[in-house]
């Protein structure tokens, strides 16, 4: 019998092999047009939207996946009401910093808010109506959201984790998750930063202690396991 535990990064994951749909979900981060698209928020920073978009099919094959054998997925998005009320204005001022100030007026309509054009998902991972989508105000996909009592409702407590960025909301996500009790699995090559040093060290910084915040892994072994699942499980 072939094993379905992912051969992660520094313990097998999950830690008492119970991938399941019952157990078991897809959180995907932050894969919003204001990321991945020319004249989002990103680019309105200064950054290359290409290492973002390069991960994309590798979402779309989990995703596939996922929802072939039936384990919940979620999606998240970042971004605030068109009144900015959850914008501090520590906020406000660092993001206009080296570039467009959240809640300004782009191509794409006012960057990081709510029911623009910029704060939906791309086309290529647009969840179906019965996925959850989580509109966070925050980095972190648990602060001020319901994400936290959704899983637990359905007993999930195995997370697989990808989207952007690996340094900041994959991250605060991450970390958050694991206060929780989660067992926390990223995708190595479904995570992307603004550039490769912050990738590593994000990743690292979740891999440290023996897996103090979780376990990563790659595509390819994490749908070998939830195809394994379904065949034997």
Known sequence: MASQIVSSNPYPWPHDNSLSPQTTALIIIDMQRDFLSTGGYLHSQGYSVARFQAIVPRIQSLL??????GIPVYHTR???????STVSSRERHRSGVDGAQIGSQGPLGRLLIRGEKGHDVIPELYPLLEEPVIDKPCRGAFTHTDLDIMLRCRG???????????????????????????????????????????????????????????VTEKTAEVIRAVETWSTEG
């Open 64 to 69: 596939s996946a996922f929802r072939a054998v």
């Open 78 to 84: 970042e971004g605030h009401a068109p009144h900015m």
């Open 156 to 214: 999930i407590r195995n997370l697989v984790i990808c989207g952007v960025t690996a340094d900041a909301c994959v991250n605060s996500t991450v970390r958050e998750a694991s206060d929780r009790g989660f067992d926390v699995l990223v995708v190595e090559d479904g995570v992307e930063s603004v550039n490769e040093e912050l990738k590593r060290w994000s990743l690292e910084a979740i891999r440290v202690e023996g897996g103090l915040f979780g």
